[in-house]
């Protein structure tokens, strides 16, 4: 039994088979530098015969020094009734600079005659020759034997004669493909045992996700002996995504204690998760095991309540041995010990304040009635918190606003916000256009604050969505609005329910500014002589 296992990452070449993600060149080579931080020991690049694209990535990569990884080039075995030194595909390989080169054959009777359309014999030497001539060329060479679990459970001889003959021609890994990802811990358990037993090479698992079983399959392949487990981080990949490396290194290394990647290395998982989301555009699902943002997360009063005399009465591991962290969510279903949890983070003086901590807890249970939710407003939360244990100081009082929206048959809607606010005692009247109503509020707004904050200019809106609450009420349901702010530092999120969804957007709006001029930002307001030393005043 390997006492080590060596990861193989295809975010770049099977990850990119995902519905919904197109990698650039440029995005590849970051994601797989962030990769080689991590920790990896093979990052499959791509398919270098397939497209322009993959071949720029090799001719990149080619000089670029990576301190743990080996950039792996993807292929097939040759054409029936060819060469191997006559392929393109396979000569792409050779040429594209790699020092690692994947391919993958057929194990499957059931495929060699329907999909390829040749004998059992031809599939045979397909796989020799291909594998001897990637070898002859001084390629470390990883066999994926594809369909493998599905082949062996229709005709058990003829698969393991294609690894076998992998094996023959030189192979340096033989990898078990659940390609089509309908096996069962159970099978892939005893048909990897099996293996072991007819082949000498090193074995792979390469599971897919389409029974929710991809990352079990690839730990029963592990215990079963298998010393190399391919995947993609996060789950990416065709139809249901491929085994998710993002929960199997971990499951590997903290629940099976085998040597994986180092602990440094493995406490930048989250980081690098969720850095490889954002690069492929994807949402990260909040409820992703050990990486995702509510991995660690305690809503249940009793839950936090026992949380706070010791974390592993309600968690697994150590967040932080992967990189993410406890959160305590304040909701309905929140106790007291939710609150002190939220109080303590945030330095706030509770311990002689019982009863506005009742309080605090009754009004967000109010507002949660109301259509409130705070799991996913932070900021929100932490301004009602100060608010109610220090009081806060008025940032602006709003007067009045009017929204002025027009469209005429030639010409494209055009929205205009009119705003009165009292900030610092002085009443501010101003107008702004904008991209739509709550664009042209937000711009009409910081116009009015910006002489005396003028650092609210580096805060953006970078995310707003918008939920129905009461969808039998169709267009006249309650919405709550949820808005992502960003100084480029940091980001924040509020929000506001009402029934009407210019309101909603200024509840969360207002939350947005204030949490950024009274909170974490510390954007600190100017005075009269300093505003004209900007040029801020009109005079």
Known sequence: MPTSVKIFDTTLRDGTQGEGISLSVEDKIKIALKLDELGVHYIEGGWPGSNSKDIEFFERTRDMNFANAKITAFGSTRRKDSKAEDDINLNRLVESGAKVATIFGKSWDFHVRTAIQTSLEENLAMIFDS??????KGLEVIYDAEHFFDGYKNNSDYALQTIQKAQDAGADWIVLCDTNG??????????VTTVKQHVSTPVGIHAHNDCELGVANSLAAVQAGAGQVQGTINGYGERCGNANLSSIIPNLQ???????????????????????????????????????????????????????????????IMPVLVGNKQRVLVSELAGQSNVLVKAQELNLDYQNEPQKTKDVIEKI????????????????????????????EEIF?????????????????????????????ETIYTAAEGNGPVNALDNALRKALIQYYPDIQHIHLSDYKVRVLDEKDATAGKVRVLMESTDFNTSWNTLGVSSNIIEASWYALVDSLRYALLGRTRIEPTNKDQQERLGLVNH
């Open 131 to 136: 594998v001897q001539f990637l070898k002859s």
């Open 182 to 191: 309908g096996s069962l811990p159970g099978e892939v358990s005893e048909i």
């Open 254 to 316: 903290l629940k099976l204690k085998y040597d994986v990647i180092s602990a440094e290395q493995l406490m930048s998982l989250t980081q690098v998760s969720r850095y490889i989301s954002e690069i492929a555009n994807m949402h990260m699902p909040v409820n992703q095991p050990y990486v995702g943002n509510a991995a660690f997360a305690h809503k249940g009063g009793i839950h936090v309540s026992a949380i706070l005399k010791d974390a592993s009465t309600y968690e697994h």
């Open 365 to 392: 249970k109010d507002l949660e009635h109301q259509g409130y939710q705070f799991e996913g407003a932070d900021a929100s939360l932490e301004l009602l918190l100060r608010e109610a244990f220090e009081g806060l």
């Open 397 to 425: 009082t709003l007067e009045s606003f009017k929204m002025l929206v027009e469209k005429s048959a030639k010409h494209p809607v055009v929205s205009e916000a009119i705003i009165k606010v009292k900030v610092h005692g």
